[in-house]
């Protein structure tokens, strides 16, 4: 029997099942006798992956996100889960040490959410730049970026999951661009950084791959106070960014940081203020019912509200 790993992708999982039953992926589907067209569901597949595999369908619903329930649910394991069918959904190797405890020998892909970039249990980077499970590296010697890890779980239990995501995405691309047009290296911190972290083939990490995880602390840290709508209320009373500026540096973000012309910080609250004026306005949590991100659980009806 061929396990399914933790929100696999159905088409990784097909692909193990045929390499272990030695027949070819195109094989493999022909036998599944499931024509998919592109109207045809994917969930189609369930009954006849269910019996192939000798899973009970309860299982592949629970392991493979596609087969999941949909964006809101009561079904018990589902919660917070990735939706594979939002087109904001990211699919990306899984820890490739997960995978060998696994008893897994072949490549596994998944469905991530955006805050899964390090795999804590094995210090491995996993997220931005890593296409092949073999170009994950090695964090034990970041301990800082682990740890940013869990400060990132923390925000979106605080602010909540579309929140932390928009800041996060804002303030990683924000921070490496002032990163790279300031960042002169004196100390030679990033060429001891290529020596020390490396792929498994031995290859240091790409720059921009490189520059996330060196500076994962300082992009969560980021991503926290633009995340939180104070910097919005401050902004909206003042008519400037200066609190923002500030908080920056005492945050010890960026030191001695302060908005110039073209900043791509400033761009990204001006981007921000526009598209979400009216959530500004009158709360985020509308978003949330619009736009879901993960699975979450169906609303319950006020407590002691009489029936019409």
């Known amino acids: 029997m061929v396990p399914p790993f933790h929100d696999e992708t159905v088409a990784s999982f097909i692909r193990r099942v045929a390499a272990a039953n030695h027949v070819s992926e195109k094989a493999l589907r022909e036998l599944l006798g499931v024509r998919m067209l592109k109207q045809t569901p994917i969930t189609a597949l369930i009954e006849p992956l269910s019996i192939v595999t000798g899973f009970a369908e309860s299982v592949l619903c629970l392991a493979l996100p596609e087969f999941g329930p949909g964006p809101v649910t009561d079904a018990p394991g589902h919660f917070g889960r990735p939706l594979a069918q939002s087109r904001r959904s990211r699919e990306r190797p899984a820890c490739r040490r997960c995978v060998q405890a696994a008893g897994i020998r072949g490549p596994v892909n998944r469905w991530v959410t955006h805050e899964q970039n390090v795999c804590l249990r094995h210090q491995l980077w996993i997220g931005e730049g890593c296409t092949e499970a073999d170009d994950q590296i090695d964090i034990s010697v970041l301990p800082s970026t682990s740890r940013a890890q869990r400060h990132h779980r923390n925000l979106i239990t605080r602010h909540g999951r579309r929140w932390v995501r928009d800041a996060f995405s804002g303030a990683r691309s924000a921070f490496i661009d002032l990163v790279e047009d300031h ?20 290859q240091p990490a790409p720059p921009p791959t490189l520059l996330s995880m060196l500076f994962h602390p300082q992009i969560v840290t980021l991503t926290g106070l633009l995340a939180n709508a104070e910097w919005i209320r401050r902004a909206m009373e003042s008519g400037h960014v200066g609190w923002l500026a500030r908080e920056v540096t005492q945050r010890d973000i960026l030191v001695g940081y302060w908005p110039k012309e073209n900043d791509p910080l400033i761009q990204w609250v001006e981007a921000h203020l526009m598209h979400h004026r009216f959530a500004a306005a009158h709360g985020y949590k509308f978003y949330d019912v619009l736009f879901p991100e993960e699975t979450v659980r169906r609303p319950r009806s006020p407590r002691g509200r009489a029936r019409p």
Do not use: M, N
């Open 183 to 202: 960042f002169a290296d004196p100390f030679g911190i990033i060429a001891e950084a290529q020596f020390h972290l490396r792929d498994v083939e031995g």
